[in-house]
């Protein structure tokens, strides 16, 4: 569906203040989400955590982005974008100074779950506050910028705190004073800059339930699969390739590990600039293909004990990750009236991110059984077959939907 101009939210305006301060906040709130990714190891020697624990503690995060999604994921449709992602920014402020403190594991079980929240109204309220600040004939660069933003952000993250981890006296102390730092730089741009009546209509504060429109609903499903697929791999991979490293390959580096999760993270958003040349539907397949050799790869490296396998399975696994998350970003939440836009993008991420949780889990609990490396085997498995079915499903309705245009001509 094609948007007028005048279905514009009202008070959504394009000044590159608006657009600079809503991107930079997008990208700080979730690069918070992914700073604790190479320090797991530290945290595990210093508090004895085992694997589960590890990816218990990881998935937290993608709980508490799933909470937030299903509960306020239409808010700001409601109340507009400008309080969402100020308190979206506010809860990554709190996050990181829970951080601060002298770690324990229920306290970075709350870090992780109020970083989770933030990055949760940031997700789905984000993408929607960027979109509407361009013009519907750029709704394709606004979508590019939003998943950029995001998959850039969690990049940024994971390799700036591998960084410090390896420089620093202080690894668990130094990553969250930068991010509190950039966080505050982030609400004050916010508040200075974002547009004040993004959305007209009453405020309602009430939750309420989420909702895809009936017309997108076939495309919906296959875009949460696709993407989903691709972040399912990608969570299993930050969850424990730090503890991988240090293990089974005897590379403690922490810039290391946040280096291969930097690789998969950065890829998706180079995947988004492929993806832009493609049409939606072909990227879609094109990125369910390239999943499953990801997949493959990432199994070599477990079998085979394989850096080379592992940082080719990152790469591989970003690019077409990326091209997974653009095309769904199109068929999905440029689709419909900016009213409903945050509703449909929270829907849209709380998908991913309910795919990105429980695969961790689902590993970390199989390797208490048989081992980290066959738990792991299993899953690359699993991910390679549903991704497989996915791009033939896309296929077969691509090619249904071609036959019925020949006809009607």
Known sequence: MLLDRTDRPRGAYRTAPAVVS??????????????????????????????????????????????????????????????????????????????????????????????????????????AAVIDLFAPENKGAAGTLAVAVNTGGLAVGTLLAGVVADLASAPLVVPFAVHLGLSLTAFAGLWAFSPRAAVAGRARLRPRPLRVPAEIHGAFVRAVLAAGSAFAVTGVLTAVSAIFLARFLDLPSHALAGGVVFLAFAGMAIGQLVARRLAPRTALVAGCGGLVVAAALLATALAAQSLAALLAAAAVLGVFGGLCMNAGIATTVEQVAPAHRAEVSSSFFAGLYVMLAFPAIGVGALSAVLGLRASGLVFCAVVALLAASVGLIEMRSEARAGAAGSLLR
């Open 22 to 127: 809503t991107a930079f906040a997008f990208l700080v709130v979730m690069m918070g989400t992914t700073l604790p990714t190479p320090l797991y190891s530290l945290y595990s020697a210093r508090l004895g955590f085992s694997s589960l624990t590890v990816t218990v503690l990881f998935a937290v995060y993608a709980l508490g982005v799933v909470a937030a999604l299903t509960v306020f994921g239409r808010l700001s449709d409601d109340v507009g974008r400008r309080p969402v992602l100020l308190l979206a920014v506010l809860l990554a402020i709190v996050s990181a100074l829970l951080f601060l403190l002298p770690p324990s594991l229920p306290l970075l079980i709350v870090a992780r779950v109020v970083s989770g929240l933030g990055a949760g109204l940031m997700s789905g309220t984000g993408t």
